[in-house]
């Protein structure tokens, strides 16, 4: 993958990974910690350098950032504006202050023929040398397993169908937000509810040839389950259901589908999501917020209460199927920047960000290796390089591929220089000029 002269991040075979390297064609290697440039601290030394004179006016200050709209990002414009308007320079140190960013943010710039693939790999590969191995951790809260460090970072690139830990952070909507008891209440609803889980013993009596489900008041307490919801829930075909007290007496019509019965009442279900197994309900940041063990985005984004903008999972598949590929693409950003952070790891967002454009691409999440970006390389060589090399090469011969070498594998193996960086410029001299001279 490498920076094309346009500005595009594109792959060997000229397919758009990025129209813009990280969002703003900054290279991560000459920036300040990720920022294109320290507007602040410019603005500072300006301001110390230069004698005092009479402050700009605001609609000057804006006047100038017009001008330079095209040539800045929309994140310098707006904190170039801010400082400007706090250090109260003269007009002249506002036409300096703006006219440094813009030579700054274009010494910043990522070049052309930058081999942005191979670097992004090399930034995100050698910290990770450096990751735990270990799995779980609780995240802030101590009742919940997270798998984090290395094997979570895998999972990720790997595009696992289902993450060894699937948890959900579900936030609440204005209304319920505020209180623990409508949290609960919600909760409630959520977490997934069987016969099993409400009752204290189910057995078979052989003699009236029923079953019996004995019920455990507190637990109904707890899961929000009544004796009404289980007359009108509990309705098995070719059974007669009775509750009486706190029994439950299912009676098949036939005697001898008595023992295949006992498992289909103990999983029975009543209430709530299926897939959610256990339920959190803990204050963050002055709000109450439901953190699950196991994950079911598109039936939990019905759930009345449930504030459907913010809520998420660290199933990206899921994520993907439910809110479309740019989402899968956000939330892979997402994950893969905070399982870095939390090992202390400063990697820069923008190679991230280029993993994540790179699975997504295609419009569906693919992995990284042989069944995903690496399997699908155009060139052969590219792909027998990079694992089952036999079968590769045999495949192609059976389909006559051939090999156009306009990656950089491909050419390393046959001995070619590689076309990126001073590789991707082709020279080219006219002979019949130089003959005309001659004469």
């Known amino acids: 993958m490498r920076l094309e002269y346009d500005g595009t991040v594109r792959s060997s075979t000229g397919d758009i ?44 200050i804006k006047e100038k950032l017009k001008e330079v709209e095209d040539q800045l990002t929309p994140l310098l414009i707006s ?17 300096k202050a703006i006219e440094l ?7 910043a710039l990522m070049e052309p023929g930058e081999a942005v693939g191979i670097v992004s790999a090399q930034s995100i590969g050698e910290p990770g040398t450096q990751m735990t191995l270990r799995t ?17 970072l895998i999972e990720i690139v790997d595009a696992r169908r289902v993450p060894s830990t699937p948890i959900m952070v579900i936030y609440l909507d204005e209304k319920h937000r505020k209180s623990r008891e409508a949290a609960v209440k919600i909760a409630r609803n959520i977490l997934y509810t069987t016969i099993e889980n409400i009752a204290q013993a189910i057995y078979q009596d052989p003699v009236r040839g029923e079953i019996i489900v004995e019920l455990n008041k507190a637990m109904m307490e707890d899961r929000g389950v009544t004796i009404q919801e289980l007359k009108e829930k509990v309705k098995i075909a070719n059974c007669t259901v009775k509750i009486t007290g706190n ?41 109450w917020v439901i953190r699950t063990d196991g994950s079911n985005l598109p039936k939990v984004l019905e759930v009345y209460g449930v504030d459907t903008t913010r809520t998420t999972t660290n199933n990206i598949h899921e994520i993907a199927k439910t809110l479309g590929i740019e989402a899968a693409r956000n939330a892979l950003i997402q994950e893969a920047k905070s399982v870095l952070e939390e090992q202390g790891l400063d990697v820069d967002i923008r190679h991230v960000m280029l993993v994540a454009d790179m699975m997504t691409a295609t419009g569906e999440v693919q992995q990284i290796g042989r069944h995903g970006v690496s399997g ?9 390089a990079f694992e089952i090399t036999v079968p590769n090469i045999v495949e192609a011969a059976i389909r006559g591929e051939s090999d156009p070498l306009e990656g950089v594998t491909e050419n390393v193996i046959v001995g070619q220089s590689i076309p990126v960086g001073t590789g991707l410029v082709e020279l080219f001299m006219s002979t019949s000029e130089l003959r005309r001279e001659n004469k």
Do not use: W
């Open 17 to 60: 990974i990025q129209f813009k390297y990280g969002e703003d064609g900054v290279d991560p290697a000459k920036s300040d910690h990720g920022k294109a440039v320290n507007v602040s601290r410019l603005v500072e030394q300006i301001r110390i350098g230069m004698e005092k004179g009479k402050p700009a006016p605001p609609e000057y």
């Open 79 to 95: 904190e170039l504006k801010q400082s400007l308007t706090e250090a109260k320079l003269s007009k002249e140190g506002v036409d």
């Open 101 to 107: 960013t813009v030579e700054h943010y274009k010494r």
């Open 136 to 152: 779980f951790h609780y995240a802030g809260v101590r009742e919940q397993n997270v798998t984090l460090g290395l094997p979570r």
């Open 247 to 287: 029994r439950i007496h299912i009676k098949p019509k036939k005697p001898e589908a008595l023992k295949r019965l006992l498992n289909k009442v103990s999983s029975f279900y009543i209430k709530g999501v299926p897939g959610i197994k256990r339920v959190l309900v803990t204050e963050e940041h002055g709000e």
């Open 376 to 384: 699908k390389k155009a060139s052969v060589l590219a792909r027998a």
